[in-house]
């Protein structure tokens, strides 16, 4: 038992995470149409330890860090109007960088460890549209588009082994370059 809980585990694992956010939304009424706008600023932070395999001796243990930090804006412009015609044309961008740095270490791992680090971002951007006609009172038509345009680099990032036979510094250090096309 680990204190006081009943496992057979190496270590205690566990996760801390920390969440915070803010956003604001404003509204205008400028006759023919109300014009909205939604601007939100979010960060996540998550600090995680686990014995993987679950038995005394540590196999398989993953350590990580990892955040996310994202800005989103959302403009929208909707008729004031709703019958026979309502209408909203709108356009939305989101920006977002997450990061991670990883441990990967153990005896199944016959001396070595792996260290994983990434960072990447996402740039997002969209405008869209929509109508709602009605045909009859109960009977409403209603069609949109929507283009969409994704963003997303994971411009660098690297994997580090480091071998404990040889010496606690010596690292094979590989460098790893993604490209994706979407």
């Given at each position: 038992?680990?204190?006081?809980?009943?496992?057979?585990?190496?270590?205690?694992?566990?996760?801390?995470?920390?969440?915070?956010?803010?956003?604001?939304?404003?509204?205008?009424?400028?006759?023919?149409?109300?014009?909205?706008?939604?601007?939100?600023?979010?960060?996540?932070?998550?600090?995680?330890?686990?014995?993987?395999?679950?038995?005394?001796?540590?196999?398989?243990?993953?350590?990580?860090?990892?955040?996310?930090?994202?800005?989103q804006q959302e403009i929208r412009l909707a008729s004031a109007a709703t019958e026979p015609l309502s209408w909203q044309v709108g356009a939305f961008y989101l920006h977002n960088v997450a990061e991670q740095d990883q441990y990967q270490r153990g005896l199944a791992f016959q001396g070595t460890q792996s260290h994983i680090v990434s960072k990447g971002p996402?740039?997002?951007?969209?405008?869209?549209?929509?109508?709602?006609?009605?045909?009859?009172?109960?009977?409403?038509?209603?069609?949109?588009?929507?283009?969409?345009?994704?963003?997303?680099?994971?411009?660098?990032?690297?994997?580090?082994?480091?071998?404990?036979?040889?010496?606690?510094?010596?690292?094979?250090?590989?460098?790893?370059?993604?490209?994706?096309?979407?």
């Amino acid at each position: 038992a680990i204190s006081g809980f009943d496992s057979p585990a190496g270590f205690a694992s566990g996760t801390r995470i920390r969440a915070w956010g803010v956003s604001g939304k404003i509204e205008l009424d400028v006759g023919f149409a109300d014009i909205t706008s939604i601007t939100s600023y979010r960060h996540l932070k998550n600090t995680s330890a686990f014995d993987v395999d679950g038995r005394a001796i540590n196999l398989v243990t993953l350590e990580y860090d990892a955040k996310s930090t994202s800005f989103q804006q959302e403009i929208r412009l909707a008729s004031a109007a709703t019958e026979p015609l309502s209408w909203q044309v709108g356009a939305f961008y989101l920006h977002n960088v997450a990061e991670q740095d990883q441990y990967q270490r153990g005896l199944a791992f016959q001396g070595t460890q792996s260290h994983i680090v990434s960072k990447g971002p996402v740039d997002s951007i969209s405008v869209f549209g929509e109508a709602t006609y009605a045909i009859t009172p109960k009977t409403h038509l209603t069609g949109g588009l929507r283009w969409t345009s994704d963003n997303r680099k994971l411009p660098i990032g690297y994997v580090d082994v480091k071998v404990c036979a040889v010496d606690a510094t010596w690292s094979g250090l590989k460098l790893v370059v993604r490209k994706a096309l979407r």
